[in-house]
Structures are given as C-alpha cells and as structure tokens.
C-alpha cells in the first residue's frame, strides 16, 4: 500500500503527527520507530544546513536558542528546492514573526544580509566593463551614463548597522555604532565583497541598479544628503567589478 507523498511530507515534519497508514518496514512490520528515526535525522539535516548558511543569526542567539529557532522554521518551511544551498530564504519573514525574538529588531536584516552573501556567491560569472573612460567623461556625457551590473551585486539597505553587526559577529570587527546602514555586496573574482555605504550611497547605487542615469541618480542621493560624496560608492562597484556595461542615454 503506498503512502501518498503529502502525508508523507507532513509527517517527516510534524513529531505530532502519526505515522502515515500503510508505512512499513522490509519486513511488512508497521514502521513506526524507523519512521520516527528517518523523522529525526530530516530535521536535524535541514537544521544544520540552516546553521550553515547562517551562522551569524546562529552566532547572535546561541547554540541552543538557534536550534529551537531552526525546529520551528524547518517544520513550517521544508524545502522547495532539491538545492539545499537555497534553503532558507523565508528565514527573515519568519523571524519578522517568530515572538521569541522580537526584541532583536535587527535579525531580519542580518537574515537578508546573509541570504545575499549566498546569492552573490552562487551568482552567475560576468566579465566587468572598462570603468577607466568614466573619468575622462565631460561631465555631460557622465551624467547621461547607465550602468548594467553583474547578477552577483546586491544591494540590502535597513535601518540597523547591519555590516557593522555582520563584521563584529563574522570577522571581529568594531563593536557596532546604531545607525542605518546599507550594504553593497560585489563580487570581484570568488567570494562576496562587504561593502558599508552611507543612507545616501545606497540610494545612489539602488537609482543606477533600477536603471536610472547617473545623473539621476546623483540628485536622489543628493535630496537624501547635499553634500553627498560619491567617490566611496563609485570605487566599490568600480573595483568590485560590479559595472558590466556602460552606456550613454541617446541625445534628444
């Protein structure tokens, strides 16, 4: 007798309920204590693949609180993908929700942040463009400017120090200052690039990945801060190879 594969699903995920009618062992016996270990074994793999892809998050609540964490979100979220490097992407919703750590504002972020260190990893290779005939530009010609970035740039920006708390927890970094940040993640040749820029260069750079021109874009970074500089946000797309293409907005 065969055991249909959503009751099946719902079982392996759900210690409550039953084992599925009709399940049985080699034998023909009732599967009961090997299903219940099969049980066991899928969640602690999904859980520790969630560890894996956020350690960070991991970091922040502790061995234990996250191993809760990962138990309720592994049973309300089993996987969509036979990809399990793509596990957890309703991580920061679920967290946005889960009462336990509401305190905690910025995990969310963090979560987002951490899911994007995936994607730029796992991203599509590309080939930058030359940047050097940006500086010999007339300042015309620059402002009509478009950029196409690389599938591996992402752009997170949230109103928690979300690099700073990444490279304090990840890397040993200064404790963190509460302000807004926005994170730039290029990635130059094989791992994701960190980048922190100000509220301003992350409008700055969110207008040219939306496709606006640099002309454009300098005036909403601008309305966010006049005395915006650009300089910082134009060298990490520049030498993160983030700028694939480059060209000019055609003369009316």
Request: proline share 10%.
């Amino acid at each position: 007798m065969s055991v249909g594969q959503t009751a099946f699903r719902e079982a392996i995920l759900d210690p409550a309920r039953d084992v599925p009618d009709g399940l049985v062992d080699p034998e023909g016996r009732p599967a009961g204590k090997r299903f219940d270990v099969y049980r066991n074994n899928v969640v602690v793999s999904l859980s520790n693949a969630l560890a894996e892809a956020f350690p960070v998050i991991r970091k922040l609540l502790g061995e234990s609180n996250f191993g809760i964490l990962a138990g309720h979100f592994v049973r309300q979220h089993p996987p969509s993908s036979p990809l399990i490097a793509h596990y957890g992407s309703a991580l920061p919703d679920f967290l946005e929700g889960f009462a336990p750590v509401q305190n905690l504002g910025y995990l969310p972020d963090i979560a987002r942040l951490e899911l994007a260190m995936r994607r730029a990893y796992h991203a599509a290779d590309s080939t930058p463009a030359d940047s050097s005939v940006l500086p010999q530009m007339p300042p015309e010609q620059l402002l009509a400017t478009r950029f196409t970035f690389a599938p591996s740039v992402q752009l997170l920006r949230s109103d928690w120090p979300i690099a700073a708390i990444w490279r304090f927890n990840a890397e040993d970094g200064p404790k963190p200052e509460m302000r807004a940040e926005t994170a730039l993640l290029t990635r130059p040749e094989f791992d994701p690039v960190l980048t922190t820029l100000t509220p301003a260069g992350g409008v700055f750079v969110e207008a040219l990945c939306d496709g606006r021109n640099f002309g454009d874009a300098l005036e909403a970074a601008a309305a966010i801060d006049p005395e915006f500089d650009l300089s910082p946000a134009l060298s990490a797309l520049v030498s993160g190879g983030a700028i694939t293409d480059i060209s000019e907005d055609p003369s009316p």
